[in-house]
DNA sequence: CAGGATCCACCGTGATACTG
DNA sequence: CAGTATCACGGTGGATCCTG
């Protein structure tokens, strides 16, 4: 769906053929093809908590690189979920801040993260246990 | 985190170095790297249907390989959200379901798929005003 | 400080062939 | 039918250097 830009952002992933969910597209990839990535989720997260600077973003998410950090904030940018203010001065300052469509998608990811906490032991029991039978 | 059992299933993603949310780990990444992958949720909400056996996965979810079958329901099984049923009939049958974790598990995804419903429009409209800024 | 540009390594995925 | 095994490709992300 929707015309790739190929000249300014990398994309991710390719679509998927045809929709599941019976016949139609429920959509859920665009989605996840969004969230799936290494890094978008923890700039979600830092910026929930408010507006940060490039620099600020960078230090609160070890082990992103800059290269990263632009490219998760620009394809946030792009799907209005973040936005970008920029101030001309020396040096130059970048605020970022959630949009209110990414405050609602922010909290989605806070609900993931919570039945993450809540099953968190269960999965590794399950993994432990399906490890030492598969040994 | 857990010692990855290198002999069996090819994992997902590497770690993230230390968590945000604050100084300790949220764990959400643990979520998003088992949804995050191209196949994961697919498989997941056709088993919210009911018990499937691998042929009729294959055949509800166009474009996924074989390969990539197998090695989406290991992983599940793996994390205790599917269960697998062995027949030893000739010809063999196998039957997947979810867990009650599974389960649970499944309910977020659509929470995930109706907020991507819900924002689709929004989503498109702000990228392609995005596209047409930077062109 | 806030990026842009390039090169490169890894691994997730697809295609194909084979097995019990 | 339900997998396993092998090979090859492409994209994501890391590292590094450069700019305004």
């Known amino acids: 769906m929707s015309v790739t830009n190929t000249a300014v952002i990398p994309q991710v992933n390719g679509p998927i053929p045809a929709g599941p969910c019976g016949d139609d597209d429920c959509g859920i990839r665009d989605v996840l093809d969004r969230l799936g990535d290494r890094w978008t989720v923890l700039v979600l997260v830092e910026l ?3 507006t940060r ?3 600020e973003l960078e230090r609160a998410i070890p082990g992103i690189s800059q290269r990263m950090l632009t490219l998760t904030t620009k394809r946030l940018c792009r ?3 973040v ?3 920029v101030y001309p001065t ?3 300052q970048t605020d970022y801040r959630l949009t209110p469509m990414g405050k609602s ?3 989605m990811v806070f609900a993931l ?3 993450s ?4 032991e269960a999965v590794a029991a399950a993994r432990s246990r399906w490890d030492q039978e598969h040994l």
């Open 105 to 107: 998608l922010a909290d």
């Open 53 to 55: 600077r490039f620099r």
């Open 48 to 50: 929930s908590k408010g």
């Open 90 to 92: 020396i040096p130059p």
């Open 117 to 120: 906490r809540d099953h968190k």
């Open 83 to 85: 936005e970008r203010t």
């Open 79 to 81: 799907d209005g979920l």
């Open 113 to 115: 993260a919570d039945w």
